[in-house]
Every structure is written in structure tokens, then in C-alpha cells.
């Protein structure tokens, strides 16, 4: 009944490994600022748009929030072909991964924005501050201070989310140990090495925004 490992495998497809790890970050990088700015616009379109506008930015967070990450990919990917566009795999991932992210993000900025008191928005237009300027320095710049944690942390939940793009045959690391279980059947020690991966990815994020967060929010 004693099992033997043999790691040496898996390694000897490091390649492959390193190439779907690349493609992780590659994934991960594109989608969180597509998606922050996708929730950015949909945050302010709640809080300050018109009637109509602040449906829509309702109705595209219930729906994005209550259904599975995966029938959301699926649909992109199945759907844009249907009305004529075309796109490799890794387009489609991202737009499916950046719209899932919106979702979720414009509700933390949203939040945000709602934490500012009134108060400092009438003195700063008292001022003489434009729409604009007001926006930026006096809203938004503290709303994301407020809720700089929960962001990130939801962009941390974004990389591994981004696995499910294996799905649909993305490249990314999922998909590569997968190929790789595939032809050495070494099961445990893939996923092994697949997890330890994640998990080293998202410490290394954690602390990058938290440099950030030191270099860039807490300085301002």
C-alpha cells in the first residue's frame, strides 16, 4: 500500500509549467485593470448616473454576482462566435475574467465612494473645486484608500480564479499540469506542485500591494 513519490516527473516538464505560470500572470495582470476600470465606471455610474444608468449597473452586479464564474466564461466563449467575433482563447478569458471582476470591484468602490462624508464634498465645492476635481481628489482618491484591502484581496481571488480559464483551453498553469497529469498520471505530485504555485503567487501579490500600499496610499 505505500506509495512512491516521483516529483522528477513533473519537473521534467518545467517548461511547460513555467510557460502556463507565465500566462497566470500574464492573465492576471490584464484582467485586474480591466477589470478595476470596468468597476470603477460601473461604481460611479451607481452612485451619481442617472435613473437608468444606475439599473443597469444594478441589474449587470446581481446578475455577474449570482451565477457561476464558469457559465460566465462559457458564455463569452461560446457567445461572441455566435454574433460573428472571433477570438483566441486568452482575449476571451480575460473579457470573461475582467467582467466577473467588475462585478465584485464596483461594489468595494462603491462603498467606498458612499464613506465619504457629504460634508467634505460641499466644503471642496465652497472652494471653488470643479466636478472633477472633486471627484478625483476628494472622493475617489480616499474611497480607494478605504477600501484598498478589500480590493486587493478581491484581485488576489482574481488570479486564481483565473484556473477556470482552463476550461475552455487557456494555456495558464491549471491547464498545464493538467497536460502534464495527463501523460505521467502522476496525480498527487502535479497538483502538488500546482498548488504549492498558487500559493507562493498569491503571497508574493500580497506583499507587492502592500508595498504598494505603503509607497503609494499611505505616503499620499
Known amino acids: 500500500m505505500g506509495y512512491t513519490f516521483h516529483f522528477r516527473d513533473v519537473f521534467a516538464a518545467q517548461d511547460a509549467l513555467l510557460s502556463g505560470l507565465a500566462l497566470t500572470l500574464q492573465l492576471t495582470a490584464t484582467t485586474i485593470v ?8 460601473v461604481a460611479a455610474a ?22 457561476p464564474l464558469l457559465v460566465q466564461l462559457f458564455v463569452v466563449f461560446f457567445g461572441l462566435p455566435s454574433i460573428g467575433i472571433k477570438l483566441d482563447v486568452i482575449p476571451v ?29 460641499e466644503a471642496a ?25 478589500s480590493l486587493t484581496s478581491q484581485f488576489i481571488l482574481l488570479m486564481l480564479a483565473t484556473s477556470v480559464a482552463s476550461q475552455i483551453a487557456a494555456p495558464e498553469l491549471f491547464y498545464a499540469g493538467s497536460i502534464i497529469q495527463s501523460r505521467t498520471y502522476r496525480d ?16 508574493l501579490l ?11 496610499v499611505r505616503r499620499r
Open 46 to 67: 451607481a452612485v451619481y448616473g442617472p435613473r437608468w444608468a444606475r439599473a443597469a449597473a444594478h441589474a449587470y452586479v446581481e446578475i455577474i454576482r449570482n451565477t
Open 93 to 121: 478569458a480575460t473579457i470573461g475574467l475582467a467582467i466577473n471582476l467588475g462585478a465584485y470591484a464596483s461594489e468595494i468602490i462603491r462603498a467606498g465612494i458612499e464613506s465619504i462624508p457629504k460634508s467634505q464634498v
Open 206 to 216: 500580497r506583499i507587492v500591494f502592500a508595498l504598494c500600499y505603503r509607497l503609494l
Open 34 to 41: 480591466a477589470g478595476f476600470v470596468l468597476g470603477l465606471g
Open 125 to 149: 465645492v465652497a472652494l471653488g473645486l470643479t466636478g472633477r476635481q472633486v471627484f478625483r481628489h476628494i472622493i475617489l482618491a480616499p474611497a480607494l484608500k478605504n477600501v484598498y484591502p
Open 188 to 203: 498527487f505530485e502535479v497538483y502538488t506542485v500546482i498548488a504549492i504555485a498558487y500559493l507562493v503567487l498569491a503571497l
